[in-house]
């Protein structure tokens, strides 16, 4: 596997990044823990052995569970060959919430390095922006994490286009560690860089353009969470009379928010000529639609999957040797409007 140079960062890292955000996660209405703690670790096995280096985790994924069995499984291997981001915002210890108060992210950042047996993390993502707290008190504390070695790099998850130039200027003027990664949802179908709280299908009114330029024209690194709008872009799921057909225990089945969040109209448009693209290049609709993600131009762009099983991440894996025409690219592109 090539490895790729993350932003001003320096970190090197592969094409694509395991995600771990269903780790523990078990589901109120039928008690299904969707990933458990013995898969879990079979994948992190899996993607280490194919190359894998980059794993994202946050504080709350799982209750904790996600970065206790990250923390289990780097205790067997050599920590210093990962890049491990995670990310502060909702609390799992403190009784802040929403919060990126200095209380909140250092008591959250010394739980997440207990939890995960390091010493530092690579990135500490803001999960959200929280509006009460100014940014640069946040941004303050982290410097502080910084030089105290226990953070190496700071990102920002989803936000406005312009609340991640504010958090930028606020660095850049009190001189503290600014925003180097990112981590917007972003897919061939989801082109906002907020997530639509409601219960609502997105608007694809493509303000994500304006977030890309920020990232272009700062040079960072663009992470992209849900690359696949959670399974919908492998083609796995079917239309019919207006329904969704769902395969038997993918994620449509399994959580009552799939449709409502992941699926619109356009979605449909997108996957179609992704499933016409992949016919052409002889490849899968989930490679086609990380391959297309990666190929921005003048961009660093390293999609974060989230995969249930072995199978799942090897085909996902396999994006990094699928090639698309500027053509094939366009017509991926165009259909979110069709
Ligand atoms: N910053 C944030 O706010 C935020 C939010 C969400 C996620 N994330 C990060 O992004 C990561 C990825 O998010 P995501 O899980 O939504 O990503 P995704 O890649 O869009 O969806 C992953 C899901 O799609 C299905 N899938 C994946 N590959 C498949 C394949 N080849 N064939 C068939 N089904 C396949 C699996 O679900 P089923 O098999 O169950 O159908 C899998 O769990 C998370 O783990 C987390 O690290 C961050």
Request: glycine letters at 6%; proline letters at 4%; aromatic letters at 8%.
């Amino acid at each position: 596997m090539e490895y790729v140079r993350l932003g001003s960062t320096g970190l090197e890292v592969s094409p694509i990044a395991l995600g771990t955000w269903r780790f523990g996660m078990e589901h109120e209405e039928t008690g299904i823990v969707e990933t458990g703690r013995e898969e879990a670790h079979e994948l992190l096995d899996a993607y280490a052995d194919r190359g894998g280096n980059f794993i994202d985790t946050a504080n709350v994924y799982g209750g904790g569970d996600s970065e206790r069995w990250i923390g289990e499984w780097l205790a067997e291997r050599d920590r210093e060959q990962f890049v491990v981001a995670s990310k502060v915002y909702w609390s799992d210890v403190s009784r802040f919430d929403d919060n990126l108060s200095r209380k909140n992210v250092r008591a959250e950042v010394e739980a997440s390095l207990d939890k995960l047996g390091t010493d530092y993390l690579d990135i500490l993502y803001l999960h959200r922006f929280d509006d009460e707290t100014p940014i640069e008190r946040t941004l303050r504390t982290i410097d502080d994490l910084v030089s105290e070695g226990k953070v190496h790099h700071v990102g920002l998850s989803t936000a406005e286009a312009w609340k991640l130039t504010k958090g930028l200027w606020k660095a850049d003027v009190n001189n503290y560690e600014a925003f180097t990664v990112t981590q917007p949802e972003y897919s061939a179908v989801y082109r906002e860089p907020i997530v639509d709280e409601l219960d609502q299908p997105p608007e694809h009114k493509e303000p994500i353009a304006e977030y890309l330029d920020v990232c272009r024209d700062q040079d960072l690194a663009v992470c992209p969470y849900s690359p696949l709008h959670g399974g919908f872009l492998t083609g796995k799921y079917e239309r019919v009379d207006g329904e969704i057909r769902a395969p038997d225990g993918s994620r449509a089945e399994i959580d009552q928010a799939f449709e409502s969040d992941y699926v619109a109209d356009a979605a449909w448009n997108v996957l179609e000529e992704v499933r016409a693209v992949a016919t052409e290049v002889e490849a899968t609709p989930a490679q086609v639609s990380l391959r297309w993600l990666i190929d921005h131009d003048d961009l660093t762009i390293v999609p974060i999957i989230g995969a249930r099983t072995i199978d799942q991440l090897d085909e996902n894996l396999g994006a990094v040797d699928v090639s698309l025409s500027e053509d094939q690219w366009e017509r991926i592109d165009a259909a979110v409007d069709a």
